[in-house]
């Protein structure tokens, strides 16, 4: 098992494991209104891993794949060893462009409170100082307005809208894409750091 850990103030985060299967599966299937309207269709040929433990299990090696051939990182969100939520870092391309496209969930029960601002500046902070990636972007549906506040307060950068970008829940949705390039990240670390990252004395 890889031993990435990722820590802000209140949050850590790590690959999921068989193990997390009982919390993962719990929190999802509690949370599957609130996540799915904003999710791609799952096949009806794949078995849910919310509800499959193999399937569960295949996901979780799947994701140690792709975290081994630096194509993305999937990481489980928790607050004080429980389960919360996922941020991920999918889609690293390297060559020219260098980039990586940012996604998360969070318990709704959970929701507002910065757990995900706080898991996306770890994961911002790993991507440009671990991984020398050049940009990191997150796409969202313009009504996703909990989501669109996340990147408000980071104050990331949006750079557009982009029709029909991606297949959501059946439908190909227009997406705002928000962008976070390194040259930005080193001239707000500091301040980005002392608000998410560094115990406060």
């Known amino acids: 098992m890889v031993s990435l850990r990722l820590v802000g103030q209140r ?83 390297r060559g020219a462009i260098q980039t990586g496209t940012v996604g998360y969930w969070i318990d709704r029960k959970h929701a507002g409170h910065g757990y995900v601002a706080e898991g996306v500046v770890a994961l911002a902070q790993f991507a440009f100082e671990d991984l020398k990636l050049h940009r990191i972007e997150v796409c969202i549906i313009p009504r996703n307005t909990n989501s669109k506040r996340i990147m408000e307060k980071l104050a990331f950068r949006l750079e557009g809208l982009s029709e029909r970008f991606l297949e959501i829940n059946g439908v190909w949705e227009d997406h705002l894409r928000y962008a976070f390039t390194i040259e930005e990240w080193q001239n707000r670390k500091s301040a980005l750091a002392q608000q998410w990252l560094i115990t406060k004395s």
């Open 11 to 93: 949050i850590t985060m790590r690959p999921l494991v068989a193990s997390d299967y009982k919390a993962w599966s719990e929190v999802r299937l509690r949370n599957s209104e609130w996540l799915l309207v904003w999710e791609p269709r799952r096949s009806d040929f794949i078995a849910d891993p919310a509800i499959d433990l193999q399937a569960f299990e295949r996901r979780c090696i799947a994701r140690d794949r792709e975290r081994q051939a630096g194509t993305a990182y999937t990481l489980g969100l928790f607050i004080e060893n429980t389960l919360v939520g996922e941020v991920n870092l999918n889609n690293v391309v």
